[in-house]
């Protein structure tokens, strides 16, 4: 059966790809209408996530805000099929990389980094474009599907422009290989943690928030320098990416600190541009005790 189902989910995926671009748009805006009026996907949760994080805002712009999302989550989740027929000039022209110079000198010097962006705009791509326009070895890490199949596929259609897709179940493992390879290993930061017991609490969107031990764990245990990765929609179907350094020598600082940087650099973010954030994510089913 899983067998079967990956073979519907594959060529739906090629599918997709051979629509061109102004089509895929067109399909968005249908599946967007979907998700919002007949599924009603989530919509308790985004409009609860939402009102609490903007409790200034009145009803008729979180309304807005909602609609807003919801063609931000179409176009990212077919953006997301489209990646895997994407061509390199493609990649490079859509998902482009504005500073890459930043990471250079930590190349030079033959050192690793962590590079930590969020689920906002389109994170779908950043396996691809980090394979193509950043200098270190790129590390992505994802959690595995359940269907072994499909996971072989996107695995191995992720990886093929350079970047290494891993389990985030052998992260331990695989920094201890990789940290001596020069390498940029990327972990979205933003989602809520499966262990709250060792999550780092931040004030983040007026609410406590648990985020991630992972990325500052081992930034502080490797000394790795952390750069954050803001994503930003131009167009539709096109994107710019621009590096920051959060922690330049993260065993000197303070721990949390690394965390909260990244809290408040993302919280800006967002703040800025709300509709473009993953708002359907429970990020706030933990309290803390």
């Not at 200034?56 to 919801?70: A, C, M």
């Not at 709250?196 to 992972?214: N, Y």
Request: charge should be positive; charged fraction near 25%.
């Amino acid at each position: 059966m899983n067998l079967i189902l990956a073979g519907i989910a594959i060529f739906f995926i090629f599918l997709v790809g051979i629509i061109p671009f102004f089509l895929l748009y067109l399909l968005s805006d249908i599946i967007r209408f979907i998700l919002f009026f007949i599924l009603r996907y989530r919509r308790k949760i985004v409009e609860k996530n939402l009102k609490e994080s903007f409790h200034y805002r009145t009803e008729g712009e979180v309304e807005q805000l909602t609609w807003l999302f919801y063609k931000n989550l179409a176009d990212v989740l077919l953006e997301g099929f489209k990646a895997f027929t994407m061509s390199r000039n493609q990649i490079n022209k859509r998902h482009k990389v504005l500073n890459p110079e930043l990471v250079v000198p930590y190349f030079e010097k033959g050192q690793s980094i962590i590079a930590v962006p969020s689920h906002y705009g389109n994170w779908e791509w950043g396996s691809m474009s980090s394979g193509l326009q950043m200098p270190q070895n790129s590390v992505v890490f994802y959690k595995p599907l359940n269907n072994k199949w499909v996971d072989r596929f996107v695995r191995r259609s992720r990886a093929k422009y350079g970047s290494e897709l891993v389990s985030i179940y052998k992260t331990a493992r695989v920094f201890k290989e990789h940290v001596p390879k020069n390498s940029c290993f990327i972990m979205a930061s933003d989602q809520s943690p499966s262990n709250v017991k060792k999550a780092i609490w931040v004030k983040f969107l007026s609410r406590d928030t648990a985020f991630l031990h992972g990325p500052e764990y081992y930034a502080r245990e490797y000394n790795l320098p952390v750069i954050f990765v803001d994503i930003q929609r131009k167009k539709r179907g096109y994107y710019e990416l621009e590096l920051a350094v959060i922690a330049e020598n993260p065993a000197e600082l303070e721990e949390g600190e690394i965390t909260q940087r990244y809290a408040k650099k993302l919280e800006k973010t967002i703040v800025n541009k709300p509709e473009n954030w993953l708002w359907s994510h429970r990020r706030w089913k933990h309290e803390r005790k």
